[in-house]
C-alpha cells in the first residue's frame, strides 16, 4: 500500500492507560513530516483533541514505554518533551488536520488496524465465553460419569460373596 506496510503500524500501536494508542513521533514518521510540526498543527486544533483523543505521557509511563521499545526515541540531547498519544479517534481526527495525500493513505491504513484489532478483541471475547461453555459441560459430564462410577461399584458382581473366583489356585 504505496510504501506503508500494515505490520509496521500495528507494532506502533501501544497499550497505555487501557487504550490503544500512537506516539506522536511514530505517526509523524508515517506521515513524514517532523513530530514538532505535527504538534504544532496539534495545538493550533487543540478543540479538535480532547482528553479522550489524546494526551501526553507522564514520565513514568515515558520510561515505561521507552523500556518497552527497546529504544530511547529521543533526538540528540538535550531536554525533551513528554510524547504526545493519540488515540483511534485522535488519529482520525489527524487527518483534518493533516491535508496531505501521504496523511490519508497513513490515515486508511492506521484506520483498518484499529478495526482489525478489534475484530481480534471480540473474537477473544466470544472464544474466551465458549470455552467456558465448554468447561461448564465438560464438568457436568465428568460429574455424571463419576456418579455412575459410583452407582455400578455399590452394585459391582465383585463385591458378591457367591461369585467364582478367577485365577491360580495355591496351597496356602
Known amino acids: ?18 487504550q490503544k494508542v500512537m506516539l506522536d513521533s511514530d ?4 506521515y513524514e513530516v517532523e513530530t514538532k510540526q505535527l504538534n504544532r498543527q496539534v495545538r493550533r486544533n487543540i478543540l479538535r483533541f480532547p482528553g479522550d483523543f489524546m494526551f501526553q505521557l507522564t514520565a513514568e509511563e515515558y520510561e515505561v ?3 518497552q521499545i527497546g529504544t530511547s526515541k529521543t533526538g540528540s540531547g538535550g ?3 513528554l510524547p504526545l498519544v493519540f488515540t483511534e479517534n485522535g488519529v482520525a481526527m489527524l487527518s483534518g488536520i493533516l491535508n496531505s495525500e501521504r496523511a490519508i493513505l497513513v ?3 492506521i484506520m483498518r488496524i484499529f478495526t482489525r484489532l478489534r475484530s481480534f478483541l471480540l473474537l477473544e471475547v466470544e472464544l474466551r465465553n ?7 459441560g465438560t464438568s457436568e459430564m465428568f460429574k455424571i460419569v463419576f456418579e455412575r462410577l459410583d452407582d455400578l461399584e455399590d452394585t459391582s458382581p465383585s ?3 457367591n461369585r467364582k473366583k478367577i485365577g491360580v489356585k495355591t496351597k496356602d
Open 159 to 161: 463385591l458378591n460373596p
Open 65 to 67: 514505554l521507552k523500556r
Open 107 to 109: 490515515n486508511l491504513a
Open 130 to 136: 465458549e470455552i467456558k461453555h465448554l468447561k461448564r
Open 1 to 18: 500500500m504505496n510504501g506503508i506496510k500494515l505490520s509496521q503500524i500495528e507494532k506502533m500501536i501501544y497499550l497505555i492507560r487501557g
Open 79 to 81: 531536554k525533551q518533551k
Open 27 to 30: 505517526l509523524a514518521e508515517l
